[in-house]
């Protein structure tokens, strides 16, 4: 009989932990993340450009992205839409990348599907520098995850969404720039 008494009192406690995590996670945590990071490419717009409109391209520079496979469209235009594999490091990913917006050397709007970023759309954004020598990029993420432990999560995705940007931004610029 002891022994269930003092079971059902862990259970208990722990049940009671939880709830004080999610409660005070709710209170001292931000709803969402934003996450925005940039670099500076020593190569012109356009060279920046042919490795971003393309999702075929993204392999080539984007961090994790082992295979992608074209469902819809050439990978250039608004519509166009990919199945990637993602390798995060201890396991594999499925997801779904949608252009949902392509504004010739300027941006291109993606949805994400799937996967713990699921329904984020992010920018990446190109700007003109040194008249036309170099290209700033821009990569522009947020989102508010819900659920009771939205908060929690949009703590955890903060740092590696943020990591994963300026390491996929760094191999962009060293293939760009390498390639001179």
């Not at 990348?97 to 920018?123: A, F, H, K």
């Not at 939205?150 to 943020?162: C, D, F, M, P």
Request: proline share 3%.
């Amino acid at each position: 009989m002891g022994f269930i008494r003092g079971l059902i009192t862990l259970i208990l406690w722990a049940a009671v932990l939880a709830a004080v995590v999610a409660v005070g996670s709710k209170l001292a945590l931000p709803d969402g993340y934003t996450v925005a990071t940039s670099v500076l490419i020593h190569v012109s717009p356009d060279r920046t450009w042919s490795r971003i409109d393309d999702l075929t391209q993204w392999m080539s520079w984007m961090r994790g992205i082992e295979r992608l496979d074209m469902e819809r469209g050439t990978g250039r235009e608004t519509g166009s839409t990919g199945r990637a594999h993602i390798y995060t490091g201890f396991q594999g990913l499925d997801l779904t990348v949608q252009l949902v917006e392509v504004i010739p050397l300027r941006s291109v709007r993606y949805r994400v599907n799937g996967g713990p970023q699921d329904g984020v759309t992010s920018t990446i954004e190109l700007q003109t520098i040194d008249q036309g020598r170099s290209t700033l990029v821009r990569w522009t993420e947020s989102q508010t995850p819900g659920g009771l432990w939205g908060n929690l999560k949009a703590r955890v995705l903060l740092s590696i969404v943020q990591t994963h940007h300026e390491e996929s931004l760094n191999r962009l610029k060293f293939t760009l720039e390498r390639a001179m």
